[in-house]
């Protein structure tokens, strides 16, 4: 089966950076993808990595080693909007549509 | 364009009771999903859908049975209610594209308290 691991808690001030580590363990593996989701909203997808490296979409960044079997997000210029869930998800063996996510990592962004 | 909408957004339920969440989606995706969120739990898949027709038990099936009479509705029933089943109900659907995880849109979610 598949597990993935998050820190259950992040906090960081306005303006800073902060990275969210995932590291999983599939028996085949098929790309990590990052959702957001803001307190009682819904999951909202934020990128994905197939291939090792850094992904940069604007202020979020998504960075993979396959080897390591391990990825992280990386927020830039944090803003208080930023403060939500982020959770990891990677596709069950089973099938490449259906995704298994971490238990979240919360993130608290203060002024 | 409403993307994937819930109904009803909250419900109380007594122990016993039946139910039943219906999930829509206007974006002509073949692939649609039930999760439930615990605290700490993260997301976990109960049933599925590749297409019109047909159902698939996901992770956690047991107490919940589903149909995709139509392409776009996805319904997911309880048949005898139990405390264990307070949670928080999503619906998300995917273009189900062959060989590429794909980008799973989400509704916003259904708040079920059993008592």
């Known amino acids: 089966g598949q597990s993935l691991e998050q820190p259950s808690e992040v906090t960081a001030v306005e303006g800073a950076i902060v990275q969210i580590n995932c590291t999983y363990q599939?028996?085949?593996?098929?790309?990590l993808s990052w959702y957001q989701q803001h307190d009682g909203g819904a999951p909202t997808f934020l990128s994905y990595?197939?291939?090792?490296g850094l992904e940069e979409t604007g202020r979020f960044s998504s960075f993979l080693s396959r080897s390591d079997s391990y990825g992280y997000l990386l927020l830039q210029e944090l803003q208080m909007k930023d403060s939500a869930s982020y959770f990891c998800?990677?596709?069950?063996?089973?099938?490449?549509?259906?995704?298994?996510f971490g238990t979240g990592t919360r993130l608290l962004v203060s002024p | 364009n409403a993307g994937v909408t819930q109904t009803p957004k909250f419900r109380v339920l007594k122990t016993g009771q039946s139910m039943t969440l219906l999930c829509a989606q206007d974006m002509n995706h073949e692939y649609m999903y039930w999760y439930r969120q615990d605290p700490g739990m993260g997301l976990r898949l109960i049933h599925y859908s590749v297409g019109e027709g047909t159902t698939a038990k996901g992770e956690v099936p047991d107490g919940y049975n589903v149909s995709r009479l139509k392409k776009q509705n996805f319904l997911l029933g309880l048949e005898s209610a139990a405390p264990s089943q307070t949670s928080v109900y999503f619906c998300?659907?995917?273009?189900?594209?062959?060989?590429?995880?794909?980008?799973?849109?989400f509704g916003p979610g259904t708040r079920l308290t059993v008592l």
């Open positions: 998800a990677v596709p069950r063996n089973t099938g490449f549509q259906k995704l298994v």
């Open positions: 599939t028996s085949g593996f098929y790309g």
């Open positions: 990595n197939a291939l090792d």
């Open positions: 998300a659907s995917s273009t189900g594209l062959a060989g590429v995880p794909d980008t799973q849109y």
